[in-house]
């Protein structure tokens, strides 16, 4: 904020607790009066120095009289311009910190209160080694551009995330003070995306359900689960017991750990209750699904590689949220509405925003329940054709490849 400055004006300054203020004087360039958050009022001079911008640090109000700090910012610009400023003690150079310094700050500070996927920023966050060494304030557009280049050479999808929590982290620094303003604010993903139209054929998910039954507790489990309600992989693996009420066949997915912050609640079908029930419980454990009662089960992607290879040659590259998709696409052709989709799969769509999202929470109950029961219809449907199919010897579904178990 730019203005004259007054003795009036700085005395009657009162503190945001929320964030620092900077106001820049139009007497005297680069003079600014930073009031922290606790009401401290200091002079600062910002003055690039040998190609670097440095804020200095000239002193406290009203220690430093307005008067005060004016001649002596003269006195520091004068010896800046004339070769001797290094010369000078007293003054202090408040060197800006690295990105590299900066982001477990913002990881510690912001993504791991505000973030689930905390761990994932955090992971593309370090894609941008190239810049990690450099003062966040000497971050120029074209240097992260450059870097984003290099991350999408590899990964085009990844580079496009990583930018998108680089752009959240530089608007951060904005509101916490490190930085006047970010260099990359509105910039673009670097790579054109194409959306996922992948949805699994009934054949396909027939495998799926096969493997899975391989598999068995707790990912083989999991991913049926999966299959069988739309919901999203974090959601369904992190699932407590705590969360279910298998009499009301119920389960409530609290806001904490809904993607989009909304409290969500799922009908539990027969077929979702039948898997439930044969789940082990661990003693004094909450988790539906883990491997050791302490935390939910995890690593995914050693999990997608097995069922990949357990799948029949020929199937075509899907990743595990595609199945939220196939369950949508085969909602539609089952005649349900696609507002009661959208509210199973707990979509942030516009198909119900304002006002009546706030207090449509409890809305959709029975249409939800039907609609997922004609789904989970269809499944069992296509299961049971399969198999009769398959005892009878006459299937011309590609059967699944026998896992390999090591001995």
């Known amino acids: 904020m730019k203005r004259k400055l007054t003795t009036k004006f700085i005395e009657g300054q009162k503190p945001d607790p929320s964030k620092r203020l900077d106001f820049r004087d139009e007497l005297m360039a680069g003079l600014v009066l930073r009031i922290s958050t606790s009401g401290t009022k200091t002079f600062c001079l910002h003055k690039r120095i040998n190609g670097k911008m440095r804020r200095l640090t000239i002193g406290r109000f009203p220690v430093l009289s307005l008067a005060e700090t004016r001649e002596r910012v003269r006195q520091v610009l004068y010896e800046i311009e004339t070769g001797r400023f290094e010369d000078r003690t007293g003054i202090e150079v408040e ?152 009499e009301k066949r119920l389960w409530t997915l609290p806001s904490q750990r809904a993607k989009n912050g909304k409290q969500h609640t799922v009908p539990i079908t027969d077929a979702m209750l039948e898997v439930l029930r044969k789940t082990p419980r661990f003693f004094n454990s909450d988790y539906v699904f883990t491997t050791t009662g302490k935390s939910p089960a995890s690593g995914f992607g050693r999990v997608k590689e097995r069922l990949d290879k357990a799948l029949p040659d020929g199937t075509e590259p899907w990743i595990i949220h595609d199945l939220r998709r196939t369950m949508s696409t085969n909602m539609a052709m089952l005649g349900v509405p696609q507002p009661v989709t959208e509210a199973l799969l707990n979509h942030k769509t516009g198909v119900v925003s304002g006002v009546a999202a706030i207090y449509n929470v409890y809305s959709y109950a029975d249409e939800k329940r039907e609609a997922l029961g004609k789904w989970n219809q269809h499944l069992g449907s296509m299961l049971a054709k399969r198999e009769e199919a398959s005892c009878q010897g006459t299937t011309t579904m590609t059967q699944p490849r026998k896992r390999e178990h090591a001995s």
């Not at 490190?178 to 027939?206: C, H």
């Open 95 to 246: 060197t800006k910190p690295t990105l590299g310094d900066v982001i477990p700050d913002y990881i510690e500070k912001h993504a791991k209160v505000h973030n689930r996927d905390w761990k994932r920023k955090e992971a593309l966050l370090a894609k941008f080694t190239i810049l990690h060494g450099k003062q966040i304030d000497e971050i120029k557009r074209a240097d992260v551009v450059q870097a984003c280049d290099v991350i999408g050479k590899s990964a085009p999808v990844s580079a496009n995330r990583a930018l998108a929590h680089l752009k959240h982290l530089m608007s951060w620094c904005v509101e916490s003070g490190i930085m006047d303003a970010s260099p990359i604010s509105g910039m673009k993903p670097r790579a054109k995306e194409q959306p996922r139209e992948r949805v699994l054929t009934d054949d396909e998910l027939g495998a799926l359900w096969a493997v899975c039954g391989d598999e068995g507790y707790p990912f083989g489990d999991c991913m049926k689960l999966l299959i069988l309600s739309g919901q999203r992989r974090a959601e369904v693996a992190e699932m407590r017991w705590s969360e279910l009420d298998l």
